[in-house]
Every structure is written in C-alpha cells, then in structure tokens.
C-alpha cells in the first residue's frame, strides 16, 4: 500500500478537530487507514532555518486512487465522520453551450487508441494546493498509469487556451512546448535531453548518499 505524509496541523485544521496520535490512529483503523508514523514524536530536520512541520503518514489501500493526496483523505475522513456529504459531480453544458471538441489525428490513435477530457469550471489554486494537485497527477502516473505507459494525464489552463483540440503524434523535432516548471520552449529531443541529464544528477546524487 503507498503511504502519503500529509500536514499534521492542516489535516486536524481541515477535519475541525484535534486528535493525539492514539486517537487519530483509532479513527483510521476504523475507516481502514493505518497510521504509520506520527512525526511530532520525532525529531524533524531543519529546513530553511525552521523546523519542518510534522506530519502524519498514512498507509493507503491500493484500490483508493482518490486519497493519494491531502484533500482526498481529508475529504474522505470528513464524509466518514458525517462533517461533509458525498460530493455530487455532474456532467453540465457550458454556460455559453459552446462545447469544446478533440479531433484525434490517425497516426496517433494507432499509438493512443483512446482519449478523453473534461473541462473542470470555477477551480481556484493557491500555491499548496496547485502542488498538491501535481503531486496527485505524479502519483496516478507512477501507480494506475503504469509509469504512462497505460495512461498519461496532461492538464491545462483553459483561460489561456483556444479550442478546437487536436491529439496529434508527430516527430520529436516538431513537438515544442515549455515543460512544467521550466520557462524555455523546448522540442521533444531537446526535453529528453534535458531529463536525461535531470535523472543522471538524481541518480548521481542518490549514489552519493
């Protein structure tokens, strides 16, 4: 089972309650969680010359995608105590009823024979929940989506965008995009060469350790 450390504090702020670490292990066990460590009992390194804030790692069931993230459990954990009720997603038109379209190109769909998207309306990220979102969107990556080999995920601003959509596959040199968390444009052989480079310093610096 994954285990997924979440804010200590933000949690019990989120669930309206305070717990001791007996007690929030008795509410997972009954959910069927399992509370693996508690790390304000434990010394927390210092990290930009504060403490680091404690957190509370939680063993998650293989079969629940959706809690691989702090709102997820929180919510989870909410609704189970009787604090929220179960969300009700919807499928609505677009208040202007123009709908947004995908045109799948041929070429690609003898690589990626399904596609689908959703247009998400009134989301709003603040900083910690925008790499919170990330994090959630790794995780499915590297655990449902077989390392996208199954599945990949991508995720845009549509405020920033102008539709119709097209899914194409076209050669390495063509594609051009800036990469999450970088601010240059890249093609598709300079992004493997820049993550080539990015995973041989990861796995350089591992070594060292």
């Known amino acids: 089972m994954p285990t997924i450390g979440v804010d200590r504090e933000g949690l019990f702020e989120a669930l309206g309650q305070q717990y001791t ?23 927390r390194p210092i990290v930009n010359g504060k403490q680091e804030r404690a957190q509370l790692k939680i063993e998650i069931p293989a079969n629940r995608y959706d809690m691989l ?13 009787g604090k929220k009720p179960i969300p009700n997603y919807r499928l609505v038109a677009p208040p202007d009823g123009d709908l947004q379209s995908i045109t799948v190109h041929e070429e690609t769909s003898r690589i990626r024979p399904y596609v689908s998207g959703a247009v998400l309306r009134n989301i ?21 989506a077989r390392q996208r080999t ?9 405020d920033t965008l102008q539709g119709p ?16 968390n970088q601010t240059k444009k890249m093609n598709g052989v300079e992004l493997m060469k820049h993550y080539e480079v990015v995973i041989l310093l990861v796995d350089a610096s591992c070594y060292r350790c």
């Not at 993230?69 to 105590?81: A, D, V, Y």
């Not at 929940?129 to 990330?134: G, L, M, N, P």
């Not at 199954?150 to 549509?158: A, F, P």
């Open 69 to 81: 993230c702090f709102e997820g459990i929180s919510l989870m954990l909410n609704i189970f105590r």
């Open 124 to 144: 709003k990220f603040t900083q910690e929940r925008y790499e919170s979102f990330i994090a959630l969107q790794d995780k499915l990556h590297q655990n449902l």
């Open 21 to 43: 670490t007996d007690e929030f292990d008795e509410l997972c066990f009954e959910f069927g969680l399992e509370l693996d460590e508690d790390t304000s009992n434990s010394d």
């Open 150 to 158: 199954l599945v990949s995920i991508g995720t845009h601003d549509l």
């Open 165 to 180: 959509f097209a899914y194409e596959a076209l050669p390495p040199e063509q594609i051009e995009f800036v990469p999450l």
